[in-house]
């Protein structure tokens, strides 16, 4: 084959496997946040930040944006964009400063089951080459448009996770990129697939981010992972009383006889009464959830031949 034929054949079968990748219909974005209007840095406004991610998503190849009154054969995901700030930054050891943008991108989708919702995050940058008003716009734009690509592509994980077999999700979390881990792990999670948990109670080790340790317990929860329990208590010790009525509350989401105890001993003998009567309505909740369930099993045998 010659090579100019071979290259062509490449280029065919390349754009063939891109055109079988799955397309997902998005409303048209929303913007959210403050930092968008009259900001100086950009030296553009939402509309501006609104063409930059329309771009993005179109050269993904994965995106199909769909009017709000068309007829829709899938339900299309509604993203919400917010840039929460941009600033400029000095680094250690280097002559120039930086433009840092931040991002996070909802995706959310209702009907079906259940409303389904995701968040994906990213930060841009890009040095800023001349010392000049228009040269920090240019790198505050350069750096918008490396944090938009960023949450593109980290919204194209996420969605593809959705899709994945529990097993291909498994080994998704040996992947090399941290972002293919995150979203097998929330994905798992969500399947409450047992898989899941020991990862999940990893992370309580680590509380730096108390937001990601709140979506930890909180899917915990979730999966009534009763192995969590013995770390939740661990967890709770030395935290102030709004927390630690978090953490009751997810200990007897979770229920089985050690978050009893648990919360029963809270009852009875925290020195909070805040605390105490959150454990208490935790345990009342708990033992009404049992008795249900004991009452709708015997129900069940009654009514087997």
């Not at 709000?68 to 054969?73: A, C, F, G, M, Y």
């Not at 077999?165 to 972002?179: K, P, T």
Request: glycine content about 6%; proline content about 5%; hydrophobic content about 40%.
């Amino acid at each position: 084959m010659k090579p100019a034929l071979l290259l062509t054949s490449c280029v065919l079968f390349f754009g063939a496997c891109r055109s079988q990748a799955p397309r997902y219909p998005v409303a048209p974005v929303e913007l959210s946040g403050t930092t968008l209007r009259d900001n100086a840095l950009l030296g553009f406004g939402p509309e501006g930040v609104r063409d930059l991610f329309d771009d993005a998503l179109e050269s993904s190849g994965r995106f199909v944006v769909v009017a709000d009154e068309s007829p829709k054969k899938a339900r299309p995901w509604r993203l919400s964009l917010e840039v929460p700030f941009t600033r400029e930054v000095l680094k250690d050891g280097n002559p120039h400063s930086y433009a840092e943008v931040g991002a996070n991108l909802s995706l959310e989708r209702f009907g079906g089951n259940m409303p389904q919702r995701y968040e994906v995050v990213g930060l841009g940058e890009a040095a800023v080459e001349v010392d000049s008003a228009e040269g920090r716009r240019a790198a505050m734009r350069s750096a918008l448009e490396s944090v938009l690509r960023q949450v593109t592509e980290s919204a194209v994980l996420q969605l593809a996770a959705l899709e994945r077999a529990d097993e291909a999700l498994v080994a998704d979390l040996q992947a090399s990129d941290s972002r293919i881990r995150e979203f097998a792990l929330r994905t798992l999670a969500e399947r409450k697939h047992p898989a899941a948990a020991p990862l999940l109670i990893e992370r309580l080790k680590d509380t730096s981010d108390a937001e990601q340790v709140r979506r930890t317990i909180g899917a915990l929860a979730e999966m009534k992972a009763k192995s969590a329990v013995p770390a939740l208590i661990d967890l709770a010790r030395g935290r102030d009383s709004g927390f630690l009525q978090e953490i009751v509350f997810a200990v007897g989401e979770i229920g089985g006889p050690e978050a009893e105890a648990y919360l029963y001993t809270v009852a009875q003998g925290h020195d909070t009464p805040s605390v105490q009567a959150a454990a208490q309505q935790a345990l009342d909740t708990l033992y009404a959830s049992r008795n249900h369930a004991t009452a709708e099993a015997r129900g069940q045998s009654h009514a087997d031949p």
